[in-house]
């Protein structure tokens, strides 16, 4: 049988590699951009071949890497985004940068190699490594303005942050090992789970919660999100929002979610349990990021709050699994609620690429990503304000589009679960967006424009970008059907089912 | 399984579609009226006969007509399905939606000079959503259809509107989204509640919702309903959308998107919620009855004719929510015949009002009422045709308005009889618009306008505004049409919500 996912690690590395050296012989154009492209575009076919073989191989040395229909899922998604950063990238990233442009694509594929192998990481160790795979080149590319003051201190910070964490999840790591002896995720999550009597069992998972949560950017841990968002070219922000930080969500499945905890973290509190952990993490990321959201004055972090906001739902779905992997009796409830936020992580990555690449778009062509840039924004430049409206209207979860159904899956999956008033929290706070999203919509296609009123011309590939993006969130709506189901294969078995 | 309701949602989602692509590619703005009005009549004709059939093969209490079945998700675990059906509560709001439909699509075209193509498209896509959730009888579907009158909404506001449009057009989302939002958790609660689990309202209804899951859940989806209605004190943005909006737009704004909920408190809130229901009539018969006297007396109030029929509105709709509790309270399935028998009166009552609220306005450029005096005078046929729809919304015999409230205050009588003070809200309802014609109408201008300055309401504009009137008075005499088949609906929402606390 083929090895169809060395066949994407090697098409990835080869372009990573090989990239940089373009430089001394093409220095016109986007030969690397198309290079990379290419590379990524296989490494995507690969992985679907893959997913359509239902390969459940495993890799070097036995443990290191497993084939599993949630590697599959997250690999494609994250695959498909550097896909479409990189397309984007073609119009977005600014001309005078092309002299480094080998660089930017060398660096977008390191992290898309990272991306994939964290998505099938089943050694904790191969996580690590995978996870700096993905985010150093990061911190280069959130700087990659090099002229641009607010681009490096976005690095500069994001970069100290993620070191932070970075040296967080190692630190979870060793306390684990030092625990159970073992570096398989699967060995090490069962028998964390039994050595809650230990305090530092405790403190492994919640510093794995922390670790993760800051690439998931869900609050406290989202500080730097907003600032990189804004600084760096915003196809990156684009990766940010729909492609590492996917990477954050099914590293925090893969390890923490599979700890089955009936009991509290530490002795003698019976409150501190991981789902309620993830609850009050999902209370305060949702809330925070719409609250936030409502008052921001620039586009790109508007939509880094937005995109907090939306990790706040997706916990949802987390902290009813992490209940169901205790008690079997809501099996049915955890299974719909990983399901939805499986979905709903797709969804994201749609939702949030488009908004994120039209809002590129408009600033490269407006120069400002002011809001007061969106004014009338609706007759200047048709295609970009209605891929943007189309994704706020998605992002806010009107139906029949694509996020509707994914909340509509996180929500009915808590509500008749202590977690009820997460539910409760969570309509209240998609009302709440409605106030934000809204009053882009108003000011794109109510307002008339502030200033130059001439039409703006957008390039075609990012109106194929975007076109393709667009159908993305009206098909997923129409029909769901497919997508739910390939999202409920990938959840992994429960813990209190299969004994 | 027939495909008349499927077909009753796509012609009009497909006209927004051909309106806007044909007119807006073809060039001629203009013919986007024309291709519009097409569609909408072939909605209205097929409402009719959705009409007509449920009228002559009225289903079983309990059951609906011309089911259809479409299974959308169906994974295990997940399931939703576009299940459609009609019976006497649904089919007399399609007829009139289609009528006020065709009628506000008609009247755009002396009124809506901007844009053409995409408010046209926007007017068939509310029209569509409005005919899917009045058929819809899944909760997501429904909720969904909901939504989706929502959106066009916003923009046919907030871009066709007066000088406080966006304003008005962001309170009207934001308030309209919060409330449905609520709503969606109420619905999403009964998702687990029975076994198998399903959005399905008959399947919900047949299984029974479990008492402990009606009450919260009642609370939930009525936060929804009484932001749409809107109940006094969730009315807040409704005014201003009235007073805001383009008139024809209001004709499906005022007359239909209410609706959506008075509908929706007799088939979901009684239907699914009998326990709850029964134990908080009282509550929300005091919220309809608050509701009826505040839209009066602040209908009294005011100086712009649209803020006027705006509470007005709200004082009608006290009456639907007040019927639909009158039968909880009681068991006298009076009250819901009432409510619904109201609901399509007021439909087209109001809908003339405001359509007139645009003439009038295109004509003397204001629409305050001071300000119009001699109205009667100077443009005789719109001052005509506002008295003859007054009386139509005060409920003058033969107008049959005068039949819904009778039906819905004798409900609420055998209810509680304290419940008969209200006899007054019709006739403070009379007071007011009785002392606006005269102000408008009767009294001479105030300052010596300048005559033949614009032209009066034209012919066709008048036949408009007639053929909003002529089934109100047909009503009158065939109220069977309507009744019939809406007796037993309310029989049976009355049974159940007795039966579940025997």
């Known amino acids: 049988m083929a090895d169809y996912i060395l066949l994407a690690v090697a098409s990835l590395s080869v372009a990573a590699l090989g990239v940089p050296f373009l430089q001394y012989f093409a220095r016109r154009g986007n030969a690397s951009g198309y290079l990379v492209i290419a590379a990524v575009g296989v490494a995507f076919l690969a992985i679907a071949a893959n997913a359509a073989s239902g390969s459940t191989s495993a890799y070097p040395f036995g443990s290191l890497l497993a084939s599993d229909s949630l590697g599959n899922l997250f690999a494609m998604l994250t695959l498909g985004v550097a896909l479409f950063v990189a397309v984007a990238s073609l119009s977005l990233v600014p001309s005078s940068q092309t002299a480094n442009s080998p660089f930017y694509y060398s660096l977008l594929s390191f992290a898309a190699l990272g991306m994939v192998l964290i998505s099938y990481s089943t050694d904790l160790l191969m996580l690590f490594i995978a996870w700096e795979l993905m985010s150093i080149p990061t911190y280069a590319l959130a700087g990659f303005k090099k002229g641009s003051a607010a681009s490096n201190e976005a690095a500069v910070k994001y970069a100290i942050l993620g070191a932070l964490s970075s040296a967080t999840i190692l630190y979870a790591i060793s306390l684990t090992y030092g625990l159970t002896g073992t570096l398989g995720i699967a060995a090490a999550a069962a028998s964390l789970g039994s050595h809650l009597s230990n305090p530092v069992a405790g403190i492994a998972i919640l510093l794995f919660v922390v670790g993760f949560g800051f690439k998931m950017s869900i609050v406290p841990f989202h500080m730097w999100a907003p600032d990189a968002y804004e600084g760096a070219p915003t196809p990156i922000a684009a990766l940010f929002a729909a492609g590492t930080k996917k990477a954050g969500f099914v590293a925090m499945i893969r390890v923490v979610l599979a700890i089955s905890t009936a009991v509290a973290l530490t002795p003698g509190s019976g409150l501190f349990t991981l789902p309620n952990v993830l609850a009050v993490l999902a209370l305060a990321t949702m809330t925070l990021g719409n609250l936030a959201a409502l008052t921001q004055k620039s586009m790109t972090r508007l939509l880094a709050y937005s995109s907090i906001a939306q990790a706040g739902y997706i916990l949802i779905g987390f902290v009813i699994y992490s209940y169901g992997q205790a008690n079997p009796a809501f099996a049915q409830q955890a299974q719909l609620g990983m399901a939805g936020a499986l979905f709903h992580i797709i969804n994201h990555s749609v939702m949030k690429g488009a908004a994120f690449l039209a809002a590129g778009l408009v600033i490269l062509k407006l120069g400002s990503g002011s809001l007061d840039a969106f004014d009338g924004l609706g007759r200047r430049m048709p295609i970009a304000a209605f891929s943007l409206a189309m994704s706020f209207l998605a992002l806010a979860g009107v139906p029949p589009l694509n996020g509707f159904w994914s909340k509509l899956m996180l929500f009915t999956s808590v509500i008749n679960t202590p977690y009820a008033w997460l539910a409760v929290a969570g309509v209240l706070n998609t009302a709440l967006s409605v106030g934000y999203y809204g009053w882009v919509i108003k000011r794109m296609y109510l307002d008339e424009p502030g200033g130059d009123q001439s039409p703006v011309e957008e390039p075609l590939t990012m109106a194929l970008v975007l076109g393709v993006l667009v159908a993305l969130i009206v098909v997923f709506g129409l029909e769901p059907g497919p997508i739910i189901s390939l999202a409920q294969h990938a959840v992994p078995a429960l813990a209190s089912l299969t004994g | ?502």
Do not use: C
């Open chain 2, 1 to 502: 399984m027939g495909y008349v309701l499927s077909l009753l949602i796509l012609v009009p989602l497909l006209g927004s579609l051909v309106t806007f692509a044909a007119s807006s590619l073809g060039g001629r703005r203009q013919s986007a009226s024309y291709i519009a009005a097409a569609f909408a009549l072939a909605t209205v004709a097929i409402a009719a006969y959705v009409f007509w059939f449920v009228y002559s093969n009225t289903p079983a209490p309990g059951y609906y007509a011309l089911t259809e079945d479409h299974p959308w998700i169906a994974l295990p675990g997940f399931g939703v399905d576009i299940l459609l059906g009609t019976d006497g509560l649904s089919s007399p709001l399609i007829l009139v939606s289609g009528i006020v439909g065709v009628l506000a699509v008609l009247s755009s075209r002396s009124l809506i000079d901007k844009r053409e193509p995409a408010y046209y498209s926007l007017m068939l896509l509310v029209l569509g959503a409005v005919m899917g959730a009045f058929t819809s009888l899944n909760l997501v579907v429904f909720y969904l259809f909901w939504e989706l009158a929502l959106v066009p909404m916003f923009f046919l506001i907030g871009v066709w509107g007066g000088d406080r449009r966006k304003y008005a057009a962001l309170k009207f989302i934001i308030f309209t989204f919060a409330g449905s939002a609520v709503m969606l958790l109420g619905f999403l609660a009964l998702y687990f509640g029975v076994s198998p689990s399903t959005f399905d309202i008959p399947n919900l209804a047949r299984a029974g919702v479990p008492v402990a899951l009606q009450y919260l859940p009642l609370l939930a989806v009525f936060v929804g309903f009484a932001v749409e209605l809107p109940v006094f004190p969730f009315h807040s943005w409704q005014p201003d959308a009235y007073e805001q909006a383009p008139a024809p737009v209001n004709a499906l704004l005022s007359g239909i998107l209410p609706k959506f909920a008075g509908y929706a408190v007799i088939r979901i809130g009684l239907g699914l919620f009998p326990a709850a229901a029964y134990d908080y009539a009282w509550a929300f018969i005091l919220l309809a009855v608050i509701s009826m006297f505040y839209g009066a007396v602040v209908a009294l109030l005011q100086k712009d004719l649209k803020r006027m029929f705006a509470y007005t509105s709200i004082s009608h709709m006290g009456f639907v929510l007040f019927g639909a509790f009158a039968t909880v309270a009681s068991g006298n399935p009076l009250g819901i015949e009432g409510a619904i028998f109201l609901m399509f009166a007021h439909a087209l009552a109001v809908g003339a009002l405001f359509t007139l609220s645009g003439f009038v306005e295109k004509e003397s450029g204001t629409r305050l009422i001071p300000k119009l005096a001699g109205l009667g005078r100077r443009f005789p046929v719109t001052a005509a045709l506002l008295a003859v729809s007054s009386a139509a919304a005060i409920g003058v015999p033969p107008f049959a308005n005068f039949i819904a409230e009778l039906m819905v205050i004798s409900g609420g009588i055998s209810a509680y009889a304290s419940t008969a003070v209200t006899v007054l809200v019709p006739v403070i309802t009379g007071g007011y618009f009785l002392w606006m014609l005269k102000r408008v109408v009767i009294d001479p201008a105030q300052e010596a306008g300048e005559p033949g300055e614009a032209a009066d309401v034209s012919r066709l504009d008048a036949a408009l505004v007639a053929v909003y009137l002529v089934p109100l008075v047909l009503l009158t005499v065939f109220s069977f049409l309507v009744l019939t088949p809406a007796a037993p609906v309310a029989q049976w929402t009355a049974n159940l919500v007795h039966g579940a606390k025997l």
